[in-house]
């Protein structure tokens, strides 16, 4: 069965401070993978999402950046944080070119920038 | 592009009772999927129920049911018989054809009350 794994569960970072969120699937290859942000009151925010390795689409303008440098790896980083990056971080998968399939997701960050 | 929006940020229900949350979205493509999700305290996200496009028929999931209105782009999510545990934030989504991207609502937050 498929798992996804997202790690740190909780993080508190000084302003100015890198960032690395990383995200894991087993069980699929070659999945589609997405990185949300929830900010109170903004709902669930795409941030990026990967079709496969090296291959990053960027939604939204922004101090952080993303990498998939192996098939089931998602990184979500940042070189100096900012106060607004505070937030829930979720990191989710799907089955490529099935766009009915549902999203999965791992249980979340919780980023608390200080 | 493909934007979803969930107009009502909150909503209350007693326990037993019948209760319906709205989502509009807007695609240019015909060929498309919609999605209700749960985030419930725990903030683990939960797919509660999907639509094709393509079908006319609404779906149903046991208590949850779905009026898809094509024409209006309107997809609400109708849950019957509330429980306690369904009290959560609720998401909306939609993918499109041919499109690995996966975008959702700003949520609503139904509490359900003994």
């Known amino acids: 069965s498929q798992t996804i794994h997202q790690w740190p569960a909780t993080l508190v970072q000084p302003v100015g401070s890198p960032l690395s969120l990383e995200c894991t699937v087993e069980?699929?290859?070659?999945?589609?993978l997405y990185w949300y942000r929830q900010a109170a009151g903004r709902g669930l925010q795409l941030l990026f999402y990967?079709?496969?390795?090296?291959?990053i689409s960027s939604e939204v303008p922004q101090n952080l950046s993303a990498s998939r440098p192996q098939d089931r790896q998602f990184i979500l980083s940042s070189k100096k944080l900012l106060l607004s990056d505070s937030g829930f971080y979720l990191c989710?998968?799907?089955?490529?070119?099935?766009?009915?399939?549902?999203?999965?997701f791992g249980q979340g960050t919780r980023l608390t920038v200080v | 592009a493909q934007t979803v929006t969930q107009s009502q940020p909150e909503m209350s229900v007693q326990e037993a009772e019948t209760v319906t949350l709205s989502c509009t979205y807007d695609?240019?493509?015909?060929?498309?999927?919609l999605f209700w999700y749960k985030q419930p305290p725990s903030r683990q996200m939960i797919l509660v129920i999907r639509?094709?496009?393509?079908?006319?028929q609404n779906a149903t999931e046991n208590r949850f049911s779905v009026n898809f209105q094509k024409a209006a782009k309107s997809f609400s999510l109708k849950i019957s018989d509330s429980q306690l545990g369904d009290t959560a934030m609720y998401f909306c989504a939609m993918t499109q054809g041919g499109s690995e991207k996966l975008v959702f609502g700003k949520g609503m937050k139904l509490t359900v009350n003994p």
């Open positions: 069980g699929t290859s070659n999945p589609n």
């Open positions: 990967s079709v496969g390795i090296g291959q």
């Open positions: 989710a998968w799907s089955v490529k070119r099935v766009s009915s399939t549902e999203a999965f």
């Open positions: 639509q094709e496009a393509y079908k006319q």
């Open positions: 695609t240019s493509e015909n060929n498309y999927y």
